[in-house]
Structure formats: structure tokens, C-alpha cells
T-cell receptor, first 112, second 117 residues
């Protein structure tokens, strides 16, 4: 069974600060996705990364995929209260038929 | 126009009852899923259907029975509800497997919060 570990589980910061969320596995991902979930809603896709070493930017969000494709990070610059939510990484593993496995999530709270 | 819609949004019921949650997607996707999110927000796949055929059936009690009348609909029926079934159930859909980066990009519904008393 492929496991994804996310850290930290919870992050509380002030508006304007930076934050980084991590997603790790002992297995190689064929691809990895980041989702954001707000209370009362379903997760919404932010980005998909496929190539080892890949970096993608989405406004103030920067996503990195590790060279070995076993880890990923999400960095938010100058966080805003609107960034508050549950951030979930989801990995696809070739051995599992590319079925998505979700990490436990990181709850981010950005205080004004 | 909601892409993936599920009903009801909230469901409160007694132990032992039978209940259903319905899901519909208007994205033209071939694959639909049911996920369960527990109180710790851990999201776990239950079932996956591709064009009305069951392709993933994780270790889920057989009290849970999915039904897909057509590829735009995937309903979930739960018999003899137990306290541990309380959770938020998410329906999701994705394009045909293999189309995008070797993995499916999921579009989720807003969830159905089930509370069993």
C-alpha cells in the first residue's frame, strides 16, 4: 500500500507570512496533484506535476516536484486569509494502476 | 451550472436505517467515484465506475452498494447504517484514465454529510 505523508498537519500564520507544506512517499509517483478544500465544499484541483524537478507557479503558490518523484512541496508567498483551507496532495502510483491516493491533508489558517 | 452535483447535502438518520445519496455529472466524463472523508479529513476511495462498469471496489462493507444507471450518474445506497458510517461522502468524476499525465484529475461534488445517531 502506497502511503503519502503530509506535514505539518496544521499551520497557523499571520497574513503576509510565507508557508510551506510537504508531501512525501517512499514510492515513486507517476504524477502528483495538489488540491485545496474549503469548509463545506469538495477539494478543487490546484496543479498536477509529472516530471521530476518540475516547478509550477500559480500566482503566489509555487509547487515543486522532487527530482526522484517521491516528494513535493507547496509554498505560499505572502499568505492571505483567502488561502485558508485544507491542502491535500494526491499521488498516482503506476503499481496501483495510477489510482489516486490522498495524503492526510494540511490545515492552513491565515489570520488577518 | 454545477459540474458534479450530489444530493442530499445533509442527511441525519438513525442506526439501522437505509439511505441513498445521488450524484450526477455534466462534464461528459467516463469515470465516477465515491470517496469517504472522515472526521480527521482523511479522504479514502470507496468505489470507481468507468462507463457504468465497476473498476475499483476498495475494502468497503457490502452494506454499501453503488449503482450507475448511466455514465453521468453514480448513486450510493447504504443499508443498515452504523455509527461509524458518519462521514462526508464525496462524489467525483474524471476523464477516461490515461488521458492526462498518467493519472486522473478529479472534479469533486460539494459532499454529502451523513450523521448516524
Amino acid at each position: 500500500t502506497q502511503l503519502l505523508e503530509q506535514s505539518p498537519q496544521f499551520l497557523s500564520i499571520q497574513e503576509g507570512e510565507n508557508l510551506t507544506v510537504y508531501c512525501n512517499s517512499s514510492s515513486v509517483f507517476s504524477s502528483l496533484q495538489w488540491y485545496r478544500q474549503e469548509p463545506g465544499e469538495g477539494p478543487v484541483l490546484l496543479v498536477t506535476v509529472v516530471t521530476g524537478g518540475e516547478v509550477k507557479k500559480l500566482k503566489r503558490l509555487t509547487f515543486q516536484f522532487g527530482d526522484a518523484r517521491k516528494d513535493s512541496s507547496l509554498h505560499i508567498t505572502a499568505a492571505q486569509p483567502g488561502d485558508t483551507g485544507l491542502y491535500l496532495c494526491a499521488g498516482a502510483f503506476q503499481a496501483a494502476g495510477n489510482k489516486l491516493t490522498f495524503g492526510g491533508g494540511t490545515r492552513v489558517l491565515v489570520k488577518p | 451550472d454545477t459540474a458534479v452535483s450530489q444530493t442530499p447535502k445533509y442527511l441525519v438518520t438513525q442506526m439501522g436505517n437505509d439511505k441513498s445519496i445521488k450524484c450526477e455529472q455534466n462534464l461528459g466524463h467516463d469515470t465516477m467515484y465515491w470517496y469517504k472523508q472522515d472526521s480527521k479529513k482523511f479522504l479514502k476511495i470507496m468505489f470507481s465506475y468507468n462507463n457504468k462498469e465497476l473498476i475499483i471496489n476498495e475494502t468497503v462493507p457490502n452494506r454499501f452498494s453503488p449503482k450507475s444507471p448511466d455514465k453521468a450518474h453514480l448513486n450510493l445506497h447504504i443499508n443498515s447504517l452504523e455509527l461509524g458510517d458518519s462521514a462526508v461522502y464525496f462524489c467525483a468524476s474524471s476523464p477516461v484514465p490515461g488521458q492526462s499525465s498518467g493519472a486522473n484529475v478529479l472534479t469533486f461534488g460539494a459532499g454529502s454529510r451523513l450523521t448516524v445517531l
